[in-house]
């Protein structure tokens, strides 16, 4: 079983971040070890990739974030919270864009930094099965980590209570 957790990042760096971290290394680390392409990629934050929680801006996007990582279903509610200054007839609109951003299979990583999901980034597939939480970034599953679904729940809950 692996080991979450969501490290605030404070020094050498910009400005603050949140990186995933997987049994005590971050996980732009395990890309380079399994996948040739990122062989020469340096892991700091940079203009080109950083982590989702990083480009949300919103409260409520972070709290759709969550929701997203722990597969839970978002409502129009939801929806209407994050974004309050679109009519009935807008949010219908883009309603679909958002279910694929925050309801899809796939769960943004990394992004651009302007947070824009059709700019290039990295998702993983998240799926539940018996106690755990799955993250596979493959269908071959060359990198797949396993998380205890309690554990899980609390890295994402802890990081919402201390954003909020």
């Not at 769960?107 to 993983?124: E, F, H």
Request: glycine share 4%.
């Amino acid at each position: 079983m692996d080991k979450l957790r969501l490290v605030k990042i404070l020094e050498n760096t910009p400005r603050e971040y949140y990186e995933f971290v997987i049994n005590d290394k971050p996980l732009v680390n395990y890309f380079a070890e399994v996948y040739a392409s990122w062989k020469d990629y340096e892991p700091t934050l940079d203009e080109s990739l950083i982590g989702v929680f990083n480009t949300i801006h919103l409260k409520e996007g972070q709290r759709l974030q969550v929701k997203a990582f722990l597969r839970e279903e978002i409502t129009q509610t939801e929806y209407c919270n994050y974004l309050p200054h679109l009519s009935d007839w807008s949010l219908t609109d883009i309603q679909q864009s958002l279910n694929e951003d925050f309801n899809g299979e796939e769960v943004m990583l990394y992004c651009c930094p302007c947070g824009d999901r059709d700019c290039p980034g990295i998702a993983v597939k998240v799926t539940i099965e018996d106690d755990y939480f799955i993250w596979s970034f493959d269908e071959e599953n060359l990198l797949q980590f396993r998380f205890h679904e309690q554990e899980y729940r609390k890295v994402f809950r802890s990081y919402l209570k201390e954003i909020l």
